[in-house]
T-cell receptor, first 111, second 113 residues
Framework: EDQVTQSPEALRLQEGESSSLNCSYT??????LFWYRQDPGKGPEFLFT???AGEEKEKERLKATLTKKESFLHITAPKPEDSATYLC????????????FGTGTRLTVIP | DGGITQSPKYLFRKEGQNVTLSCEQN?????MYWYRQDPGQGLRLIYY???????QKGDIAEGYSVSREKKESFPLTVTSAQKNPTAFYLC????????????FGEGSRLTVL
């Protein structure tokens, strides 16, 4: 069964204090791993797609990496506007139309 | 600007009533989805549609119904058969089916009184 575990559940950082969020996954035939950002009371916003181990994607202060068992979302010198919940999702071979989402990491960046 | 519009944003329902949540997209996307989000749980798929006049059940379809009569529209009806309907409902679309890059609406929060 597909499984996604995100850690930590919540993370508080000082502005400028870099850190990483973890997404561990178990899936049969990974088609893609996806990162989303969700602000309170809003729908998720797509950030990155990773397809194979070793792949990396960057956008502003965010960098996503992928291994065969987990993905990391690295946040470099975060700003208060980076505060949000970050969701990880996997797409397996058996469920091409059904992403399996983790419960998210709630990030708070303190000025 | 293109996007997905969900309405209403907040909805209150008495037990035993059916309610319909609206979802409209102007992205010209073929595929549309309905997810449910509950505290402490990941998003769960209710229904999806790959093309007009076609839709498939997701993991938690019981107590819900959908229609896809137009490419732009994918309404969700929460029926009285849904035992625990209070939740945050999210509509999404993708350019074609089978893609993981989803565009989400702002969500509809349903509360059953």
């Amino acid at each position: 069964e597909d499984q996604v575990t995100q850690s930590p559940e919540a993370l508080r950082l000082q502005e400028g204090e870099s850190s990483s969020l973890n997404c561990s996954y178990t899936v049969s035939g990974l088609r893609g791993l996806f990162w989303y950002r969700q602000d309170p009371g809003k729908g998720p916003e797509f950030l990155f797609t990773l397809y194979s181990a070793g792949e990396e994607k960057e956008k502003e202060r965010l960098k996503a990496t992928l291994t065969k068992k987990e993905s990391f979302l690295h946040i470099t010198a975060p700003k208060p506007e980076d505060s949000a919940t970050y969701l990880c999702a996997v797409q397996g071979a058996a469920g091409a139309n059904n992403l399996f989402f983790g419960t998210g990491t709630r990030l708070t960046v303190i000025p | 600007d293109g996007g997905i519009t969900q309405s209403p944003k907040y909805l209150f329902r008495k037990e035993g009533q059916n309610v319909t949540l609206s979802c409209e997209q102007n992205l010209n996307h073929d595929a549309m989805y309905w997810y449910r989000q509950d505290p402490g749980q990941g998003l769960r798929l209710i229904y999806y549609s790959q093309i007009v006049n076609d839709f498939q059940k997701g993991d938690i379809a019981e107590g819900y119904s959908v229609s896809r009569e137009k490419k732009e529209s994918f309404p969700l009806t929460v029926t009285s058969a849904q035992k625990n309907p209070t939740a945050f409902y999210l509509c999404a679309s993708s350019r074609t089916s089978g893609r993981g890059e989803l565009f989400f609406g702002e969500g509809s929060r349903l509360t059953v009184l």
